[in-house]
């Protein structure tokens, strides 16, 4: 089945600096890719749909600047966090379809990063 | 993605039948019913999908009635392993205005005790 594999599983960091956190279909290809965020005892919240070759689509309230996406080549995207703050830990999880479009039932999701500000 | 309501959180104990009941009042003609499941600290994984009626597979049913205006998961006989989130998701997945993006409500917590 499809696979997505997402790296580091774990990062600390310190405040102001930027983590960068890698999302990878390993046996299809995604022309879309999302990147969702997770506190604690909460639901999942989209941040943003990174599409190949082109610019990310942020949701609402999501500063693009301080979450950037790339998405360079069919198999690989990343959101690098920048000038990260303590408020800015949480749990990062991408997903990816390898339908075109994707469909409801084809999502597979990464593992998840578990990111800590300090 | 129509609005889905879920119970917040449910208590069982091994062995038994889990049904978690989804409300979704204005489900389009269109759309499927999907159920996600997720562990502590991992992505959600794919459970089932429907779109009337009841669908099984290896891992839980899914009753849909006829008005669609919600839907059961059912997992029979729980163990300690099937304690997770459980989020329903409604949504047109062959529509022309499919974005693909995913939308979690709340979810489910289900907590299965020995």
């Known amino acids: 089945g499809a696979v997505v594999s997402q790296h580091p599983s774990r990062v600390i960091c310190k405040s102001g600096t930027s983590v960068k956190i890698e999302c990878r279909s390993l046996d299809f290809q995604a022309t879309t890719m999302f990147w969702y965020r997770q506190f604690p005892k909460k639901s999942l919240m989209l941040m943003a749909t990174?599409?190949?070759?082109?610019?990310?689509?942020?949701e609402q309230g999501v500063e693009k600047d301080k979450f950037l996406i790339n998405h360079a080549s069919l198999t690989l995207s990343t959101l690098t966090v920048t000038s990260a703050h303590p408020e800015d830990s949480s749990f990062y999880i991408c997903?990816?379809?390898?339908?075109?479009?994707?469909?409801?039932?084809?999502?597979?999701f990464g593992s998840g990063t578990r990111l800590t500000v300090v | 993605l129509a609005k889905t309501t879920q119970p917040i959180s449910m208590d069982s104990y091994e062995g038994q039948e889990v049904n978690i009941t989804c409300s979704h009042n204005n489900i389009a003609t269109n759309d499927y019913i999907t159920w996600y499941q997720q562990f502590p600290s991992q992505g959600p994984r794919f459970i089932i999908q429907?779109?009337?009626t009841k669908v099984t597979n290896e891992v839980a049913s899914l009753f849909i009635p006829a008005d669609r205006k919600s839907s059961t998961l059912s997992l029979p006989r729980v163990s300690l392993s099937d304690t997770a989130v459980y989020y329903c998701?409604?949504?047109?997945?062959?529509?022309?205005?499919?974005?693909?993006?995913?939308?979690f409500g709340q979810g489910t917590t289900l907590q299965v005790k020995p």
């Open positions: 429907g779109y009337k």
């Open positions: 990174s599409n190949e070759g082109s610019k990310a689509t942020y």
């Open positions: 997903s990816a379809s390898p339908r075109v479009p994707p469909s409801v039932d084809g999502y597979t």
């Open positions: 998701l409604v949504g047109d997945p062959h529509g022309s205005g499919n974005t693909g993006k995913l939308i």
